[in-house]
């Protein structure tokens, strides 16, 4: 059972990470489950728009809300969210190598959003990674208790935890 953790000081960082991870493995035939996000700019007033693309080939699904100039609530769609959800949890199968959850946020730790699949996942014995944020750190330390593991937000210190969590 093994649960990697990604973090990273700048904005958006562990989303390009992560995507760029989920593709390479996914181009040597790695059945890779989850989702990764992308954010794009809105402009100097407004917030960034949060899309996420179920692995390995879609859909993509806005899981942002656009709450207007200045707004500084929270503009998770969790409907959307819960639907990126639905889809993974289907597309999980014996085949499946590793989940990636771009973010292991507010959601799952209020108990919602992927936390009960990632717990699916790791009782099935698939390998979990997922982007972490230090405002859910102590929430996602709480949850994964000592198999969590912080991995680096490169691509060969990914591919070796990889390598060494498919092998456990």
């Known amino acids: 059972m093994k649960i990697g ?3 990273s000081e700048g904005r958006g960082d562990v989303d390009l990470v992560l995507e760029r991870f989920a593709r390479a ?3 040597r035939g790695v059945d890779v489950a989850g989702v990764v996000q992308t954010n794009t700019e809105c402009g100097v007033d407004r917030a960034c728009d949060m899309d996420v ?3 390995p ?3 993509v699904l806005r899981i942002s ?3 207007g100039p200045g707004s500084r609530g929270c503009r998770l769609d969790a409907a959307a969210l819960e639907q990126a959800v639905g889809l993974v949890t289907a597309r999980l199968c014996a085949d499946t190598r590793l989940l990636i959850v771009n973010k292991f946020g507010k959601q799952e730790s209020e108990g919602g959003g ?3 699949l990632i717990g699916t996942a790791l009782a099935d ?3 979990v990674l997922v982007g972490l944020n230090a405002l859910n750190r102590e929430a996602f330390a709480d949850y ?3 198999i969590g593991q912080l991995v680096g937000a490169d691509l060969e210190t990914l591919e070796a935890w990889f390598s060494e969590s498919v092998a456990a």
């Open 5 to 7: 953790y990604v973090m």
């Open 125 to 127: 014995g698939i390998p």
């Open 65 to 67: 809300q656009d709450l």
């Open 57 to 59: 080939d879609g859909p």
């Open 144 to 146: 994964a208790g000592e």
């Open 53 to 55: 693309r179920v692995l």
């Open 25 to 27: 493995l996914m181009a």
């Open 114 to 116: 992927f936390r009960a």
